[in-house]
T-cell receptor
Framework: DTGVSQDPRHKITKRGQNVTFRCDPISEHNRLYWYRQTLGQGPEFLTYFQNEAQLEKSRLLSDRFSAERPKGSFSTLEIQRTEQGDSAMYLC???????????FGPGTRLTVL | GENVEQHPSTLSVQEGDSAVIKCTYSDSASNYFPWYKQELGKRPQLIIDIRSNVGEKKDQRIAVTLNKTAKHFSLHITETQPEDSAVYFCAATPTDSWGKFQFGAGTQVVVTP
């Protein structure tokens, strides 16, 4: 499968725990995006990378959230001290050097108890 | 920043009829408008997109129209089939913030046989 992949697909955690998600983009894509989607809503932009550089972060991304893309390939999104309000689907997308069409991964569904 | 409104939130159509979903955007700098289809539990899939230098684009039963003056764009699905049932999202992105898609809230389309 040469599409965007995410791991894990589901994560259940207790409030206050840290969680980390991984995204592997389509191999030739140099842009990688993170979104959050809650039930009945469209995806909300969180942050994006061009190669290893994090170019923009949403105000939604509090200090508890951090994202990295150390070698310009896969990316990780970490949430520290999780809260119940963090429960959502976390989607990753990637796009080619002509940065328009974004291809989404299957998402990681986070449930914070 | 960009704000995208999408209507209706739900749309029920008889198989064979047409479906129309409308979106408005606020940022006149936006010039790329993709539409995504998301089936239950699956990733958003791009179905069609349009750029601001084009007024209409068609792909088989799907078409998108763009009115830059009024800042709205629409998705048209003709001869609907049960497999068209899904949530559809519109999005907009300006050239000076490529990749920062602002999504609409989505339209749940139900096609009844």
């Amino acid at each position: 499968d040469t599409g965007v992949s995410q791991d894990p697909r589901h994560k259940i955690t207790k409030r206050g725990q840290n969680v980390t998600f991984r995204c592997d983009p389509i191999s030739e894509h140099n842009r990688l995006y993170w979104y959050r989607q809650t039930l009945g809503q469209g995806p909300e932009f969180l942050t994006y990378f061009q190669n290893e550089a994090q170019l923009e972060k949403s105000r939604l991304l509090s200090d508890r959230f951090s994202a990295e893309r150390p070698k310009g390939s896969f990316s990780t999104l970490e949430i520290q001290r999780t809260e119940q309000g963090d429960s959502a689907m976390y989607l990753c997308a990637s796009s080619s050097p002509r940065p328009d069409t974004q291809y989404f991964g299957p998402g990681t569904r986070l449930t914070v108890l | 920043g960009e704000n995208v409104e999408q209507h209706p939130s739900t749309l029920s159509v008889q198989e064979g009829d047409s479906a129309v979903i409308k979106c408005t955007y606020s940022d006149s700098a936006s010039n790329y408008f993709p539409w995504y289809k998301q089936e239950l539990g699956k990733r958003p899939q791009l179905i069609i997109d349009i750029r601001s230098n084009v007024g209409e684009k068609k792909d088989q039963r799907i078409a998108v129209t763009l009115n830059k003056t009024a800042k709205h764009f629409s998705l048209h699905i003709t001869e609907t089939q049960p497999e068209d049932s899904a949530v559809y999202f519109c999005a907009a992105t300006p050239t000076d913030s490529w990749g920062k898609f602002q999504f609409g809230a989505g339209t749940q389309v139900v096609v009844t046989p």
